[in-house]
Nanobody, 128 residues
Framework: QVQLVESGGGLVQAGASLRLSCAVSGRTFTMAAMAWFRQAPGKEREFVGAITNRASKTYYADSVQGRFTISRAVARNTLYLQMDSLKSEDTAVYSC?????????????????????WGQGTQVTVSS
């Protein structure tokens, strides 16, 4: 079994930065890929970014490309999301997710149903 626990959320002003962390325990980094998703009130969950284990390829949603950076520290069993130049529209609950399988196309990694394990989420609020 795999457990994911997010931390690092909070209330910041527009333009500020935050770094989210996702601590992974259990089968840890045998996971093929990990990702961040977010869900704002009244909206559907949306893809933020993903990173593959084998090639360390990264993928981002257009809305965060150039502002957010996803990375992982294998030795610490931790996934990160560095968020810069935050906007009010980034306000949401951010959740990390892990997939035990490898897929042939990046579109799979952008889809929530690809992921087997999920954390509880951490709230990020950006005031304008």
């Amino acid at each position: 079994q795999v457990q994911l626990v997010e931390s690092g959320g909070g209330l910041v002003q527009a333009g500020a930065s935050l770094r989210l962390s996702c601590a992974v325990s259990g089968r840890t980094f045998t996971m093929a890929a990990m990702a961040w998703f977010r869900q704002a009130p009244g909206k559907e969950r949306e893809f933020v970014g993903a990173i593959t284990n084998r090639a360390s390829k990264t993928y981002y949603a257009d809305s965060v490309q150039g502002r957010f950076t996803i990375s992982r520290a294998v030795a610490r069993n931790t996934l990160y999301l560095q968020m810069d130049s935050l906007k009010s529209e980034d306000t949401a609950v951010y959740s990390c997710a892990a997939s035990s399988l490898t897929y042939p196309h990046e579109n799979y990694y952008r889809t929530a149903r690809t992921y087997d394990y999920w954390g509880q989420g951490t709230q990020v609020t950006v005031s304008s």
